[in-house]
């Protein structure tokens, strides 16, 4: 299946009903029954996608032509809009475009284990299953910024269809989480942040997780002594790893208080606040 197919469709309440039953349940994830009525429905309406064939090559060259199609100032405006409509899949891009502001075309590099040394993508993946990317979109905003198939795959739907202006209300939200997330103590850190944002705008703890973790990789919120995507591209090695695994997106989970909000990268996204 050619890779640039899956990515047309627009959002449809059944459709999306069938792809959270069909990854999700009260539990937590699930493998939920879906007839094949429904599963051709969820792909007529582009929400679920046949598997496909993945290559790392194929992903990186999508992506970076994704990264020319697409403004900056679209992304941002996508993520603004987000906010008081919780569009978690208007979110997510931000997060994906900042990964890759500054990846460089490249092939796959054999690294120690079975992912490219440079990007951290699988080199290739038979019947890759598309749709979760998807669930993970519309659940949380996504997980796998940093991955070229992901951000492909995101940044292709963004370009699909049409973004809707921010609002001032959008614009507030935005504003005042800035200056609670300016105003923190220094030894402030990640999880805090997501706390003290949570009464400005309508989520929950995993989606202000993921929010702060996209700001990290747009680089709104960077430790200043690690390499991150706002000023190059670590590469897999560089990404510095906690000891204990967390769940926080590189390099989000290093930013303290003390790091606080990088002005050079609001303006270059958000112009306008
Ligand atoms: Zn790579």
Redesign the pocket.
Known sequence: MNQTNFYVGRPDSVALDTLFRRYWCAKGWAHGVVSDAELAHAKMAGVMFDPANIT?DNS?RLAIGMRQKLAPKAVANAFLASLSTRRLDLRSALGSYGAMLNLPA?N??MGNGIS??????YGASANFDVSVLNFERFKWGGVRHDQ?TYEAFDLAWLCSRTIPEPTEGDLDIMRTMIDVLSSLPAAARPGDAEKAIADLFPSNTNERRILIGILGLAGVLIPRDLPTFWNGYPRISERKQPLNKNDWEYPAMWWRGADGVNREALNFWFPRL
């Open positions: 790392h990186v490249h796959y590099e490219c040394a440079v990007c951290g993508d070229p």
